[in-house]
């Protein structure tokens, strides 16, 4: 009996798992934000002359929410998932139940004592930044998530290593559904109906996380329990055989996990930098008022991320997709495909990342009015954030394939190399750039990241990669000539509509849209280029549109 076990036993690769969790922490977050980039367009409508404050305030309280949510959590989400899927195939299934019951016993405490710290750093955290009681006000609010968040990751890291996809799909979609019904509704509300303050529009705000939390919460107890009669008979054909107690068993998973942890959070760092050094460097080295200042932080932070986020989701899934395959090929060390397959993929993302990108530097003034109205500075600062993104953006597919090339330390080493180099840089380039010299801090330090990521990439596959570079050289090409012609599109749609106003500079943004992305597919297409690098679904799409 034990032996028929063995052999439909799975083999646990402990590295490919915790990649396998990171990836998954990452799903399903291209379409939650963007579901935020449209529902902050009537919350910001509804805000009036305070929209670039009140999202200065709505961005700093994300922002210490996800450095207080980062350290609440200590990576117990990656870390029961790989743990419970390691424990299942070892079929020792009491184990997997001791470890769920611990994690969630440390999430409930971590999440209280995270959400009581915020709550009393809340004062200091907003004189720091200048925002005094009206940000104190509103971080408070934020901290009351901190209590649930914890427990909402720990279920679904434990649901993916269960293998239930689905629940923590629909978890996904609740929260945020949830959190921008409240969103909207307590907005509309306060500004609309009563005509309140936005101070207190931010701060029902925030608390729409809470709501939002509360339901994935909710619906996540409802899986679990539904499972309990199921792991209860599991249980009992529990092999017993672990010797090493819970606690040695987590301290192992924590250390295992750790790299990837931290490596996820860099962006976050990034963020972080800008945070506590913008405005304080700002206020000591010019003569703005603070009100000056916060619209201009949500200016060149707040307002671009809701946008430039996207871009770096898309990345992420676009990589995520393929680690598992990846990863196969190193463990079976499959040298020469280990080689081709990293070649193609960084061809594809070059493919589809490059056009799209230059699409959105060329609409930016477009894009920024249809969201947040006309500015030209807000329109100017957000062309440079998405340069930034995509540097960020190559900077993860780089990292995640040195994880896969089990390289994570080198990888975590280069992200922090970035991060000095930003750190230094940063203070003298807002006192030269202003809202400039952290855009340009960042893309420096994820330039000095990718290249070492690279080199690092080149030496340990032993290739030089000289097939893509080649493709790069032909997709950049296309890509430039699709853009120039799309240049012209776009200066004739100016000739009628005009970019300052919404609904023209969506006019602008699909004409352009289309056009772009039509001649480029058609392109692309007719060469056989897509055919290389996207295989049967290009033949798809050539034989529909009878392009020979």
């Given amino acids: 009996m034990d032996e028929r076990k063995a052999a439909y036993r799975p083999v646990y690769h402990p590295q490919e798992k915790v990649i396998q969790q990171a990836s998954w922490l990452r799903s399903g977050t291209f379409y939650s934000c963007l579901l935020g980039a449209v529902i902050i367009i009537p919350w910001y409508v509804w805000m009036g002359d305070q929209g670039n404050i009140a999202n200065s305030y709505f961005d700093m309280s994300y922002t210490f929410f996800g450095i207080f949510g980062l350290v609440a959590t200590a990576g117990l989400p990656s870390v029961i998932a790989q743990l419970v899927e390691k424990y299942n195939a070892m079929s020792e299934y009491k184990t997997r139940q001791q470890l769920v019951t611990r994690c969630l ?38 901290s009351l998530t901190l209590i649930i968040f914890p427990t909402v990751r720990v279920l679904q890291g434990y ?22 019904i409240f969103l909207l509704a307590s907005c509309l509300i306060t500004m609309q109906l009563f005509q309140g303050n936005f101070r207190t529009a931010v701060s029902q705000g925030v608390f729409a996380t809470f709501v939002g939390a509360a339901g994935a919460l909710f619906l996540l107890l409802l899986c679990w329990k539904k499972e309990q009669e199921r792991l209860e008979s599991q249980a009992m054909r529990s092999l ?103 070649s193609i993929h960084l061809q594809r993302f070059i493919f589809i990342m490059l056009p799209v990108i230059l699409w959105l530097l060329l609409n930016t003034h477009a894009i920024y ?26 900077a993860l597919v780089l990292a995640f394939i040195l994880q896969s090339l089990q390289q994570s330390k080198a990888a975590l080493y280069y992200c922090i190399a970035g991060l000095v180099l ?45 097939l893509a570079f080649r493709r790069f050289l032909l997709i950049s090409t296309l890509t430039l000539s699709a853009w120039l012609l799309t240049l012209g599109v776009r200066q004739l749609c100016y000739r009628w509509w005009s970019p300052d106003i919404r609904l023209q500079a969506l006019f ?19 060469i056989r280029l897509a055919d290389k690098l996207l295989g049967a679904r290009a033949k798809r799409w050539r034989k529909l549109l009878r392009i020979k």
């Fill in 240 to 342: 017993n055989k672990v010797e090493s107690s819970i606690q040695v068993i987590l301290w192992k998973g924590f250390f295992e996990a750790l790299p990837y942890v931290l490596l996820g959070s860099g962006l976050l760092v990034y963020k972080s930098i800008d945070l506590l050094t913008f405005i304080p460097v700002m206020d000591a080295n010019t003569n703005y008022s603070q009100v000056q200042l916060l619209n201009l932080y949500a200016l060149f932070r707040a307002n671009p991320d809701r946008i430039t986020v996207i871009v770096v989701a898309a990345a992420g899934t676009l990589i995520f997709r393929y680690v598992p395959s990846l990863l196969e090929r190193v463990a079976k060390k499959q040298t020469r495909e280990v080689v081709r397959f990293i």
């Fill in 508 to 526: 602008i943004c699909l004409v352009t849209g289309f056009f772009n992305s039509g001649l480029y597919g058609y392109i692309t297409l007719k």
């Fill in 422 to 466: 930003k750190g230094v840089i940063q203070l003298p380039l807002i006192e030269l750039l202003e809202a400039y010299g952290p855009h340009l801090a960042s893309i420096l330090g994820l330039i000095l990241t990718s290249t070492l990521s690279y080199r690092k990439i080149k030496k340990t596959t032993k290739s030089n990669y000289q």
């Fill in 159 to 180: 649901l993916q290593g269960m293998q239930d996809l689905f629940s923590i799909g629909v978890s996904q979609l609740v929260f945020q559904v949830l959190q921008g």
């Fill in 369 to 394: 009015t249809l969201v947040y109205g006309s500015d030209l500075l807000g329109s100017r600062l957000l062309f440079i954030s998405l340069i930034a993104s995509f540097a960020a953006s190559f």
């Fill in 105 to 142: 016993q440390l999430s409930v405490g971590l999440g209280g004592i995270a959400a009581v710290a915020m709550f009393l750093l809340a004062p200091l955290l907003a004189n720091l930044l200048g925002g005094g009681t009206d940000l104190t006000s509103v971080l408070r609010s934020m």
